[in-house]
């Protein structure tokens, strides 16, 4: 949970918050604390007002943030949606914490309902707190968005807890994704593996309940974003960038490290486009910040080496005593200064293998000059690529492929880069946060399915030896 009131929070915590200042209501979650195993306080219920929003969030213990934070929903969750079946830890015990924080989640929220609520659960860590609550006996409408990809029907399949997860977004009014390929996954999979009937107008009647799914583009709120690249942070730091770099051509790559972002496979493209075209030599530089993310777990450690080997042989190769080909930096940068470093930049490189959205994409083009505007190269594969389709598309494992269009974004003359522009800046302006906010809980206040709350029977969840893929079959 985000205090909505530091405006650090970013992009969703700004849209949610306004959401919730207009009607008045509850962010409930994660408080972001662990607690010792065992102590006093662990699973407390701590409330703070913010407003006319009360911030209500929960500790966890040790083992339960370990278990159901970086187990189950970032060891199999986060790899398996993201097409990572290589990187899945399907560990037994990681189900089981799973659930029992969604139900420590669930028994706390319950106490603060009131009957006409709307609840809105949010992204792959709370797939069954729906559920939970039913079987509490909550009536109220619930919709779920999952912020991340949902996966081909035989991908999601390979998690031994697949048709438990599934079958849990059933206890929701209204199941939002961020693109249409989500969506077709999602009717797939519910049609093959749970004969669910289609019953038009994107409903879905499967284990005796009728559920809506749709997709809901997120989008970043334009005028905030253009507000903060006009203010003095944002500008001088554009300045202070445009002045460093006034004989060279900047490209730049921002997000977290995370290997879900194609990172390496960027940097192999950068070196490809140094060694095909070397006008490029001694003047194109990548600036590429990752920041640091998930580092107590082992992939991301993998991938940190890997990012440190590849820029040191690449700026070992090709740099010069004035000219390094890439400023790798593992950290953050202030969220009042990105925006400058955005509008600096002839070329972003957003490039990811597999991406829910990808909000650097959108914040990019909000970003420029419309006079004099950079070129989005953007991954096929983020859901933003459904929206974005005036920006130069790559397939990232494509290494030859990116550095060739990495070059015609570098060459793009003025007037193409206007209309790429002008194009993009509508869609993301057409697809707003605001829209987003708005669509989607329109959406869910239009689902009636007041009558169907009480008839389905949730399923326990399989216990740890339940879950071998022999006692799948
Ligand atoms: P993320 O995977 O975190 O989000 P993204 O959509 O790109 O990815 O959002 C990242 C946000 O963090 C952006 O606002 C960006 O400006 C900021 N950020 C990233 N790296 C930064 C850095 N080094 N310094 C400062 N700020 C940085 C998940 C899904 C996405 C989906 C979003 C929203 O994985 O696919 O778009 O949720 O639904």
Same mark, same amino acid.
């Given at each position: 949970v985000a205090d909505p009131r530091k405006t650090a929070a970013g992009g969703l915590a700004v849209a949610l918050a306004d959401a919730l200042n207009t009607t008045g209501g509850m962010w409930f979650g994660w408080s972001g604390n662990i607690v010792k195993? !065992?102590?006093?306080?662990?699973?407390e219920l701590h409330t703070q007002q913010a407003g006319n929003v009360t911030l209500a969030t929960v500790d966890l213990s040790q083992e339960d943030h370990d278990g159901y934070y970086l187990g189950y929903s970032n060891d199999v969750l986060w790899p398996v949606f993201h097409y990572r079946l290589d990187l899945a830890r399907f560990d037994a015990g990681h189900i089981d914490a799973y659930r029992r924080v969604n139900r420590l989640f669930a028994r706390k929220l319950m106490g603060l309902l009131k009957p006409d609520d709307i609840i809105w659960v949010h992204d792959y860590?709370?797939?069954p707190l729906a559920s939970e609550l039913r079987a509490m006996g909550c009536n109220n409408r619930i919709g779920f968005f999952l912020h991340i990809p949902l996966p081909p029907q035989l991908v999601l399949a390979a998690i031994p807890q697949h048709e438990w997860l599934m079958r849990a977004l059933?206890?929701?009014?209204l199941v939002g994704f961020q693109s249409e390929a989500d969506l077709l996954h999602f009717s797939r999979y519910v049609q093959a593996e749970a004969n669910a009937t289609a019953l038009g107008n994107d409903r879905f009647r499967a284990y005796n309940r009728t559920v809506r799914a749709g997709a809901f583009p997120i989008g970043i709120d334009v005028d905030e974003f253009q507000a903060l690249t006009r203010a003095k942070d944002g500008m001088d730091m554009y300045h202070r960038m445009k002045e460093e770099y006034s004989r060279r051509k900047l490209l730049l790559g921002v997000e977290r490290l995370d290997y879900s972002k194609g990172l390496p496979q960027r940097m192999r493209s950068f070196r490809t486009l140094l060694q095909k075209y070397p006008e490029n030599l001694n003047s194109a530089t990548l600036i590429q910040i990752a920041s640091p993310s998930r580092e107590d777990m082992g992939a991301y450690a993998d991938l940190l080496r890997e990012m440190e080997s590849l820029c040191g042989s690449i700026n070992g190769n090709y740099g010069e005593l004035d000219w390094m080909p890439i400023r790798y930096m593992h950290r953050n940068v202030a969220r009042k200064r990105l925006p400058g470093l955005y509008r600096a930049a002839r070329v972003a490189l957003v490039t990811?293998?597999?991406? !829910?959205?990808?909000?650097v994409a959108k914040e990019f083009i909000a970003a420029q000059d419309e006079n004099d505007p950079g070129v989005l190269v953007l991954s096929r594969f983020a859901g933003a690529a459904e929206q974005l389709e005036h920006a130069l598309l790559v397939n990232p494992y494509d290494i030859d492929g990116t550095a060739e269009v990495i070059q015609q974004a570098l060459q793009m003359p003025l007037e193409e880069r206007q209309a790429r522009h002008e194009k993009l800046l509508y869609r993301i302006r057409r697809h707003d946060v605001h829209w987003w906010r708005k669509s989607f809980l329109d959406a869910l206040a239009g689902t009636d399915s007041t009558d169907q709350r009480n008839q389905v029977s949730w399923r326990k969840p399989p216990r740890n030896e339940d879950v071998s893929p022999v006692n799948q079959g």
């Amino acid at each position: 949970v985000a205090d909505p009131r530091k405006t650090a929070a970013g992009g969703l915590a700004v849209a949610l918050a306004d959401a919730l200042n207009t009607t008045g209501g509850m962010w409930f979650g994660w408080s972001g604390n662990i607690v010792k195993d !065992g102590a006093t306080g662990e699973g407390e219920l701590h409330t703070q007002q913010a407003g006319n929003v009360t911030l209500a969030t929960v500790d966890l213990s040790q083992e339960d943030h370990d278990g159901y934070y970086l187990g189950y929903s970032n060891d199999v969750l986060w790899p398996v949606f993201h097409y990572r079946l290589d990187l899945a830890r399907f560990d037994a015990g990681h189900i089981d914490a799973y659930r029992r924080v969604n139900r420590l989640f669930a028994r706390k929220l319950m106490g603060l309902l009131k009957p006409d609520d709307i609840i809105w659960v949010h992204d792959y860590h709370l797939i069954p707190l729906a559920s939970e609550l039913r079987a509490m006996g909550c009536n109220n409408r619930i919709g779920f968005f999952l912020h991340i990809p949902l996966p081909p029907q035989l991908v999601l399949a390979a998690i031994p807890q697949h048709e438990w997860l599934m079958r849990a977004l059933f206890a929701h009014d209204l199941v939002g994704f961020q693109s249409e390929a989500d969506l077709l996954h999602f009717s797939r999979y519910v049609q093959a593996e749970a004969n669910a009937t289609a019953l038009g107008n994107d409903r879905f009647r499967a284990y005796n309940r009728t559920v809506r799914a749709g997709a809901f583009p997120i989008g970043i709120d334009v005028d905030e974003f253009q507000a903060l690249t006009r203010a003095k942070d944002g500008m001088d730091m554009y300045h202070r960038m445009k002045e460093e770099y006034s004989r060279r051509k900047l490209l730049l790559g921002v997000e977290r490290l995370d290997y879900s972002k194609g990172l390496p496979q960027r940097m192999r493209s950068f070196r490809t486009l140094l060694q095909k075209y070397p006008e490029n030599l001694n003047s194109a530089t990548l600036i590429q910040i990752a920041s640091p993310s998930r580092e107590d777990m082992g992939a991301y450690a993998d991938l940190l080496r890997e990012m440190e080997s590849l820029c040191g042989s690449i700026n070992g190769n090709y740099g010069e005593l004035d000219w390094m080909p890439i400023r790798y930096m593992h950290r953050n940068v202030a969220r009042k200064r990105l925006p400058g470093l955005y509008r600096a930049a002839r070329v972003a490189l957003v490039t990811p293998l597999r991406d !829910g959205m990808n909000l650097v994409a959108k914040e990019f083009i909000a970003a420029q000059d419309e006079n004099d505007p950079g070129v989005l190269v953007l991954s096929r594969f983020a859901g933003a690529a459904e929206q974005l389709e005036h920006a130069l598309l790559v397939n990232p494992y494509d290494i030859d492929g990116t550095a060739e269009v990495i070059q015609q974004a570098l060459q793009m003359p003025l007037e193409e880069r206007q209309a790429r522009h002008e194009k993009l800046l509508y869609r993301i302006r057409r697809h707003d946060v605001h829209w987003w906010r708005k669509s989607f809980l329109d959406a869910l206040a239009g689902t009636d399915s007041t009558d169907q709350r009480n008839q389905v029977s949730w399923r326990k969840p399989p216990r740890n030896e339940d879950v071998s893929p022999v006692n799948q079959g």
